[in-house]
C-alpha cells in the first residue's frame, strides 16, 4: 500500500477532502457485450479453437480475446492522464512496456494481480436508472428526455440521487456502485445493420455517467469501486474538459466495471425490495494484466453472469454485514501515493 501523502488532512472516513484532491495530472508533475462478433473500439472478438487430442478422447479449447469486449474491471493499466502521461502513482508507458534485459521478464507493475490476490468483495449498491427513468415517477423527475444508449448522453447525478431515493437505497462508505442505465436492453433490439453503423462512426458515443466534478465528488465520498452495463461507464465521447477514466483510474485507483450483464440482478431486487446485495468478484489472476473478465456476481439466491464464463458459486450471505477482505473501510485511499509497486489503488 502506498504511504499517506503528507500535507492532506484526512477526515472521519480516513481520506482526504474531496476539495483537497487534484483531478489533473500536469505534465510537469510527478504526482504519485460485445465479446463475439464484431465490436466497438476496434478491438478484437473472441475467438475460439477447438482442438481434438486425438489419439485420446480428450478436447481441449483455447479462447483469444481482448478483455475489454467482455465483462471486465478496468485495471491501472488501461487508461493514464493523456496530457501527463502518467498512470497512476506516476507510472508511464514505458515502465508498463518494461521488459527486463537480463531475465526477459515483463514487468508487472500496476497489473491486476494485485486486486486478483483478494478479489473484489464488498457490498454492491445497484441503481437501477433505466427501471427508474421508465417509471412515472422518473418520468416526471428525470433531468434526461430522450435517453439513447448509442448517442452521447449524460446521466446527471441528479437522476442517480432521485433513482436511489425512489429505491429507499441508503448509501454507505465503501460501497460498490452499480449502474443498470439499459444499455443490455438497448442492445437486444439492435440489427447487425445497425451496430454496424453505430461502429462506423468514430468516435463512438454510448450513453453513460456525466463527467463533472459535482459526480466525482459523489464517487469519492461512497464508493470504493464502480460498474455499469455500459461499454465505456461514463458518456462518450466526452462533452466537458476531464475524463472520469483519467480521475478515477490514473488519479485515484479507483475500479470501473464495464459491458456488465445487470437484468436478473435487477429483476431480483424489484422483486425482493431490495437493491444492496453481497458481491464477489474473482480476477483470473494475470500478472500485468491490463483489465480482466468478471466470473461473477454474487447475491442472496442469485448469480448473474454476464459475457464471461460461469465460474463461482451462489454465497448466502446478509449484505449489510459482509466486509471486504481487500480493505476495510477505514483503509480508504489516501490520495495519490508515491510507491509505483502499490498495484491496488484504492481497493484495500
Given at each position: 500500500m502506498?504511504?499517506?501523502?503528507?500535507?492532506?488532512?484526512?477526515?472521519?472516513?480516513?481520506?482526504?477532502?474531496?476539495?483537497?484532491?487534484?483531478l489533473r495530472a500536469e505534465i510537469h508533475d510527478s504526482p504519485h457485450a460485445q465479446a463475439q462478433g464484431e465490436t466497438f473500439f476496434q478491438r478484437d472478438a473472441l475467438h475460439r479453437q477447438l482442438i481434438d487430442k486425438a489419439p485420446r478422447?480428450?478436447?481441449?479449447d483455447v479462447w483469444t480475446f481482448n478483455s475489454q469486449v467482455s465483462t471486465q474491471w478496468d485495471g491501472l493499466r488501461h487508461f493514464a492522464y493523456q496530457d501527463a502521461q502518467k498512470f497512476y502513482n506516476g507510472v508511464e508507458q514505458g515502465d508498463i512496456h518494461h521488459v527486463d534485459e537480463h531475465t526477459g521478464e515483463r514487468s508487472t507493475v500496476l497489473g491486476i494481480q494485485a486486486w486478483a490476490e483478494q478479489g473484489i468483495v464488498g457490498r454492491g449498491v445497484l441503481v437501477d436508472?433505466?427501471?427508474w427513468r421508465a417509471s412515472p415517477e422518473g418520468q416526471t423527475q428525470s433531468k434526461v428526455k430522450e435517453y439513447d444508449s448509442f448517442e452521447s448522453v449524460s446521466i446527471p447525478l441528479e437522476d442517480l440521487q432521485a433513482c436511489l431515493k425512489a429505491q429507499g437505497t441508503e448509501l454507505k462508505f465503501g460501497d460498490i456502485l452499480f449502474i443498470r442505465s439499459g444499455f443490455m436492453v438497448s442492445l437486444a433490439t439492435k440489427t447487425k445493420d445497425e451496430l454496424a453503423t453505430y461502429r462506423a462512426v468514430v468516435p463512438h458515443h454510448f450513453g453513460g455517467v456525466e463527467?463533472?466534478?459535482?459526480?466525482?465528488?459523489?464517487?469519492w465520498d461512497h464508493f470504493a469501486a464502480v460498474a455499469g452495463d455500459q461499454p465505456s461507464f461514463?458518456?462518450?465521447?466526452?462533452?466537458?474538459?476531464?475524463?472520469l477514466h483519467e480521475v478515477l483510474l490514473a488519479g485515484w485507483g479507483c475500479p470501473i466495471g464495464e459491458l456488465f450483464d445487470l437484468e436478473k440482478l435487477a429483476e431480483h431486487c424489484r422483486e425482493q425490495n431490495r437493491w444492496t446485495f453481497f458481491k464477489r468478484l474473482q480476477e483470473a489472476n494475470?500478472?500485468?494484466?491490463?483489465?480482466?473478465?468478471?466470473?461473477?456476481?454474487?447475491?442472496?439466491?442469485?448469480?448473474?453472469?454476464?459475457?464471461?464464463?460461469?465460474?463461482?458459486?451462489?454465497?448466502e450471505v446478509d449484505p449489510d454485514k459482509a466486509v471486504s477482505p481487500i480493505r476495510s473501510h477505514d483503509e480508504r485511499t489516501r490520495a495519490i501515493g508515491s510507491d509505483p509497486n502499490d498495484g491496488a489503488g484504492r481497493l484495500r
Open positions: 502506498a504511504p499517506p501523502v503528507s500535507g492532506f488532512k484526512l477526515n472521519a472516513n480516513g481520506v482526504p477532502d474531496f476539495d483537497a484532491l487534484p478422447i480428450i478436447n481441449d436508472y433505466h427501471g463527467q463533472s466534478e459535482d459526480m466525482l465528488r459523489w464517487i461514463e458518456c462518450w465521447p466526452t462533452k466537458e474538459s476531464l475524463l494475470g500478472s500485468g494484466d491490463i483489465s480482466n473478465t468478471c466470473p461473477l456476481i454474487d447475491t442472496p439466491r442469485v448469480v448473474t453472469y454476464a459475457f464471461s464464463p460461469p465460474f463461482g458459486s451462489v454465497m
